[in-house]
């Protein structure tokens, strides 16, 4: 899936607790996204990043931040969770230029109990 | 912002028949539509896509049709086979250097044997 990766998989947590999920790539695309995955909404945009230290929001952003710190780490944090934020979290890199379609990873199950 | 609703939300088709999904968008500057197959527990994954400037593509069994003026494009699956069987998302962005794509809500493809 052109060298991107999250993690972890799955995770379980309680609410109020921080929780960061990683999205890893390997091929030096410059444009990052994260979306979440939930019935009957399709995918809805959390935030995205178009360099190192560059972001911006996307459609659902409240209670969420992120960090890109390197050009193959793209970081999404959930400061204080949630149940609302139970979900599944895909990131995704443009791959294919100015107009691209997108790859993405695998996901990641986060469920907030 | 950009809305993408799709329909039917779910399909249900005999093996070999044809399979047609329908979307529509809000943002008469979206220019580029893009359809991705979900499988089970994986990521989406981009199976064919459009520009404004065509109205039609094929792809051995798969074709996306694009009406600028409606603002609507379709996803039609000839001689279905079991493997066809996912969910399919389509999405519409407009002409931004970030390309943030807006999802429609998902179809989930059932091919009957």
């Known amino acids: 899936d052109a060298g991107i990766t999250q993690s972890p998989r799955h995770k379980v947590t309680e609410t109020g607790t921080p929780v960061t999920l990683r999205c890893h790539q390997t091929?030096?695309?410059?444009?990052m996204y994260w979306y979440r995955q939930d019935p009957g909404h399709g995918l809805r945009l959390i935030h995205y990043?178009?360099?190192?230290?560059?972001?911006d929001k996307g459609e659902v952003s409240d209670g969420y931040s992120v960090s890109r710190s390197k050009t193959e780490d793209f970081l999404l944090t959930l400061e204080s969770a949630t149940s609302s934020q139970t979900s599944v979290y895909f990131c995704?890199?443009?791959?294919?230029?100015?107009?691209?379609?997108?790859?993405f990873g695998s996901g990641t199950r986060l469920t907030v109990v | 912002g950009e809305n993408v609703e799709q329909h039917p939300s779910t399909l249900s088709v005999q093996e070999g028949d044809s399979a047609v999904i329908k979307c529509t968008y809000s943002d008469s500057a979206s220019n580029y539509f893009p359809w991705y197959k979900q499988e089970l527990g994986k990521g989406p994954q981009l199976i064919i896509d459009?520009?404004?400037?065509?109205g039609e593509k094929k792809d051995q069994r798969i074709a996306v049709t694009l009406n600028k003026t409606a603002k609507h494009f379709s996803l039609h699956i000839t001689e279905t086979q079991p493997e066809d069987s996912a969910v399919y998302f389509c999405a519409a962005s407009r002409p931004t250097t970030a390309r943030q794509l807006t999802f429609g809500s998902g179809t989930q493809l059932t091919v009957l044997p």
């Open positions: 459009i520009r404004s400037n065509v």
């Open positions: 091929e030096n695309h410059r444009y």
């Open positions: 995704a890199i443009r791959t294919q230029g100015l107009e691209g379609g997108y790859t």
């Open positions: 990043s178009y360099g190192v230290k560059d972001t």
